[in-house]
């Protein structure tokens, strides 16, 4: 019974897709960081950095393949007990608002059923991600701080900013060539 029970934990695994986060974050969400490595799918996995802005915890999840990157802020305790739904939730939010079809959607997020965690691997991403923190705190001031914040506008500016990682094209191009 052991080796079978082991055999499924290992194929459960492969079927997961990864959000590589920051040691800040990890202790944020308590949890032990997995040491296997998946099958990434069509667009791959994700990084994620607790930023604090107006000392609120804020999240930027960033796609290790095509920089797509969204920003959750005011995060709470209960937010991080259930991060891998808060992730699923706001990643179809910003699918739906950037116009991709219904069916392309659930093609994406079949793959997020099963998310792990695990720690860093990508310092280009994590540079990348650098620079969105920046621009994000740019905008927060434009739009008067969080109270004020339209997420949905900010979200939509930091993925039309030109990333030389991906040799300075848009990240959302990126995106729907991958899912299309």
């Known amino acids: 019974m052991a080796p079978f029970r082991k055999i499924f934990c290992v194929y459960r695994a492969l ?3 990864l959000i590589r986060c920051t040691q800040k974050l990890l202790k944020e969400l308590r949890v032990k960081p997995t040491e296997i490595e998946p099958d990434l799918g069509s667009i791959g996995g994700w990084h994620a950095n607790l ?5 609120r915890k804020c999240v930027l999840f960033t796609n290790d393949k095509t920089l797509y990157s969204i920003f959750v802020p005011a995060l ?7 991060f891998e739904e808060v992730f699923r939730q706001n990643f179809f939010r910003r699918l ?8 392309q959607i659930e093609k994406v997020l079949v793959e997020y059923n099963q998310v792990g965690f695990a720690k860093t691997n990508n310092r280009s991403v994590l540079g990348s991600m650098n620079d ?6 740019f905008l927060i001031g434009r739009f008067g701080g969080l109270a004020n914040l339209d997420l949905d506008a900010l979200n939509h500016e930091i993925n039309r900013v030109p990333m030389s990682a991906i040799k300075g094209i848009y990240s959302i191009d990126v995106l729907r060539k991958k899912v299309e």
């Open 15 to 17: 079927m997961m897709q």
């Open 51 to 55: 930023l604090r802005f107006e000392r």
């Open 76 to 82: 709470k305790r209960p937010d991080f007990e259930h």
């Open 96 to 103: 739906r608002i950037e116009g991709f079809t219904q069916s």
């Open 132 to 137: 969105l923190s920046f621009q994000i705190e």
